[in-house]
T-cell receptor
Framework: DAGITQSPRHKVTETGTPVTLRCHQT?????MYWYRQDPGHGLRLIHY???????DKGEVSDGYSVSRSKTEDFLLTLESATSSQTSVYFC?????????FGEGSWLTVV | LAKTTQPISMDSYEGQEVNITCSHN???????ITWYQQFPSQGPRFIIQ???TKVTNEVASLFIPADRKSSTLSLPRVSLSDTAVYYC???????????FGKGNQVVVIP
């Protein structure tokens, strides 16, 4: 398995609180992604990064921000969590050829 | 981005060969076709990738016709553990905005 670690793996938080999910890779891959997965919607791209400090929006970026200050870390932040952001969040990395996924972070906003 | 269309679900009996199709009518010249497998509560896992004709590995075969507007993932002699969602993804190497469709839920029946 690709060296991808997501943290936390499970979190319950209250509406309106900030939440940060961390993705750490040991593969030195250039590209990193954050997806969310919800029933009936499959995997949807939130944000992606093509290098340190280089990020761009995906198809469902509203309410999310990201940062990549080091090659190995890609952070996803929910500035003010809402119930609609309850989901499973997957980090992924790519060398430009194949995408490898982390094991997911389950977030519940109550 | 090349959009993909897959059947929503399909059932198959254990021991049979399963063929899963994907349509990608607007595939671009530089695009590759990649298939992923996802089990419940896990991140998607790479199965196979191809550009044209046929590709085979220890897990599956991928058939791509000359016009490349569709592809077929073939799983030989499926077992119960092959029950999963299968995603077809189309994009060029280095394409950073790879979008997944909703996938095909394959259920293997004893």
């Amino acid at each position: 398995d690709a060296g991808i670690t997501q943290s936390p793996r499970h979190k319950v938080t209250e509406t309106g609180t900030p939440v940060t999910l961390r993705c750490h890779q040991t593969e030195n891959h250039r590209y990193m992604y954050w997806y969310r997965q919800d029933p009936g919607h499959g995997l949807r791209l939130i944000h992606y990064s093509y290098g340190v400090k280089d990020t761009d929006k995906g198809e469902v970026s509203d309410g999310y921000s990201v940062s990549r200050s080091k090659t190995e870390d890609f952070l996803l932040t929910l500035e003010s969590a809402t119930s609609s952001q309850t989901s499973v969040y997957f980090c992924a990395i790519s060398d430009g050829n194949t995408i490898y996924f982390g094991e997911g972070s389950w977030l519940t906003v109550v | 981005l090349a959009k993909t269309t897959q059947p929503i679900s399909m059932d198959s009996y254990e021991g049979q060969e399963v063929n899963i199709t994907c349509s990608h009518n607007n595939i671009a010249t530089n695009d590759y076709i990649t298939w992923y497998q996802q089990f419940p509560s896990q991140g998607p896992r790479f199965i196979i990738q191809g550009y044209k004709t046929k590709v085979t590995n220890e897990v599956a075969s991928l058939f791509i016709p000359a016009d490349r507007k569709s592809s077929t993932l073939s799983l030989p002699r499926v077992s119960l553990s092959d029950t999963a969602v299968y995603y077809c993804l189309v994009g060029d190497n280095g394409n950073n905005r790879l979008a997944f469709g909703k996938g095909n839920q394959v259920v293997v029946i004893p």
